[in-house]
């Protein structure tokens, strides 16, 4: 049996999983994905202005997907791939960018790893992608 997904200094997307009612999928994938965490702080601005992507269960769930990118990858990987585009289980994809030791992912900077016990590996970013306003509203 999976160990239960959970990322206990990041519990405001620990809840948006709950809500999406991913953290199975999350825990028991054996899909290479790599999760890219949001801040806390990022998740409580976004969800005052668009209420919708935390509270309904698809809306929720694409937010998450758009955090899961196809693929196991480290830092390092994402800094040599800087200046391409990374799939996401959104269906979309994002863009690698950055100069020096800096990499961002859609413009949000990534700060590093993050353990996420029972699920993929994970980096930290010091913002939230969100969809395009005509999804969940903004």
Known sequence: ???AFALPDHPRFTRVVDVADLGP???ATERPV???VPAEAALAAARKDR????SDPAL?????????LEGRFTRADLLARRGTR???LAGTSVMLGGTGAVLRVDG????????SPGGPPGLALDGVLLPPPAIGGG
């Open 1 to 3: 049996e999976p160990e």
């Open 34 to 36: 790599t999760l890219l």
């Open 108 to 115: 949000v900077t990534v700060r590093g790893a993050v353990r």
């Open 60 to 68: 929720a769930a694409y937010l998450v997907k758009l955090h899961l």
């Open 25 to 27: 999928a999350i825990g």
């Open 51 to 54: 209420p919708g992507l935390f």
């Open 86 to 88: 990374i799939r996401t």
